[in-house]
Every structure is written in C-alpha cells, then in structure tokens.
C-alpha cells in the first residue's frame, strides 16, 4: 500500500531563505507526482506535477524533483516571501493496486516571516 | 473560468440527520472524487467516479454514499451522520486520462 511521508510537518523560516520541503512515498510505481499548495480555509491549488519519466519541474521561483528509485521528491523555494506562508502537500498517483487517486502526504505547514 | 463548486461551505448538523454535500463542476470531466482532510491523517479519499453511472469506493466510504447521475454533479450523502464524520470535505475533479486536478473550496461540516 502506497504511503506518503512528509518533513517537516511545520517549517518557519526569515523571509528571503531558500528553503526544501522534503516528501517520500514507499511504492516506486507512480505514474506522477503532484505539490500541492493549500491556504487556511481554501482548496488545493495544484504547484507543478512531475511524470514518472521526469526528473524536474519549475515554475517561478518553484523548483520541483523527483527520484522515483528513491521514492524522493522535493520541493525547492527560493527567495521566501510571506506570501509563500501556506500547507505545501505533495501527493503521488499510481502505485500498486491504485486505480488514479492522489495518495497525499501529511503536508508541510510554512510560515515564512517578515 | 473552470471550478469546482461545493455547497454547503459550512454546516452544524445533529447526530442522524441526513445530510447531502453537492459537488459541480464545469469542465466536462469525466473523473470526480471525494476527500476528507482530517488532522494528522491529511487527505483521504472516500470515493470517486470515473464516469456517469460509475462510482466505486476510495480509503474510507463507510458512512457515505454517492451517485453520479449527470457528468457535471457529483453528491456526497450522508445517510445517518456521526461524529466522527465532522471533518473538512474537498470535492475535485479532472479529465480522464488528464493530470491536471481542480480541488473544490471545501466544506467545513461538524455533527454534534
């Protein structure tokens, strides 16, 4: 069964760091990688997804990766704003047994200060 | 402009009561599911459909049922309402075969 780790459950950090969100699954076989940003109150507002067959993805000042043999991802932001402060959740499809539904980790609780 | 539309938002219901969250979207997809999002466990699905007519169970749909008579609705019952159902509901949805999922804005639901 499928099973999604995320670390650190809260991070808080000065604003202008770099900072990487740490996320592991157990079942190598995933067909995609999702992270996820969620804010207090709101839905999810998907970040970057990764297929199997990549390795990386980027959007702005977001970086995604992803080692499947090692069942790693990470989710790189740089330059830190306040803005930024949310719950980063990453969420992989696939596995065995799994019919296309996101298995998600815990998530990541930023806070970001000024 | 695409969405995923949840009513109620925010609901106190009492223990037994049946209750049905409604879940739309406008996208023409053909997959939709339902999640709830409690602390410590995160998100779990609790069914899903790949299609009208077709529904099957996620993690953890005992105390729910759904139906999926129109492609664009996709209604979460609550036939008898316990406690241990107060969580936040997320309904979402995507094209079959597509990678892009589109998360509704959440229903707080508390059963007293």
């Known amino acids: 069964k499928q099973e999604v780790t995320q670390i650190p459950a809260a991070l808080s950090v000065p604003e202008g760091e770099n900072l990487v969100l740490n996320c592991s699954f157990t079942?190598?076989?995933?067909?995609?990688l999702q992270w996820f940003r969620q804010d207090p109150g709101k839905g999810l507002t998907s970040l970057l997804l990764?297929?199997?067959?990549?390795r990386e993805q980027t959007s702005g000042r977001l970086n995604a990766s992803l080692d499947k043999s090692s069942g790693r991802s990470t989710l790189y932001i740089a330059a830190s704003q306040p803005g930024d402060s949310a719950t980063y959740l990453c969420?992989?499809?696939?596995?065995?047994?799994?019919?296309?539904?996101?298995?998600f980790g815990q998530g990541t609780t930023l806070q970001v200060k000024p | 402009e695409a969405q995923v539309t949840q009513n109620p938002r925010y609901l106190i219901t009492v223990t037994g009561k049946k209750l049905t969250v409604t879940c739309s979207q406008n996208?023409?997809?053909?997959?939709m599911s339902w999640y709830r999002q409690d602390p410590g466990l995160g998100l779990r699905q609790i069914y899903y459909?790949?299609?009208?007519?077709?529904?099957d169970k996620g993690d953890v749909p005992e105390g729910y049922k759904v139906s999926r008579k129109e492609k664009r609705n996709f209604p979460l019952i609550l036939e008898s309402p316990s406690p241990n159902q107060t969580s936040l509901y997320f309904c979402?949805?995507?094209?079959?075969?597509?990678?892009?999922?589109?998360f509704g804005e959440g229903s707080w639901l508390t059963v007293v």
């Open positions: 979402a949805s995507r094209k079959l075969g597509g990678n892009t999922i589109y």
């Open positions: 079942d190598s076989a995933i067909y995609n």
């Open positions: 990764i297929q199997s067959s990549q």
């Open positions: 969420a992989v499809t696939g596995g065995s047994g799994n019919t296309g539904k996101l298995i």
């Open positions: 996208m023409n997809h053909e997959y």
């Open positions: 459909s790949m299609n009208v007519e077709v529904t």
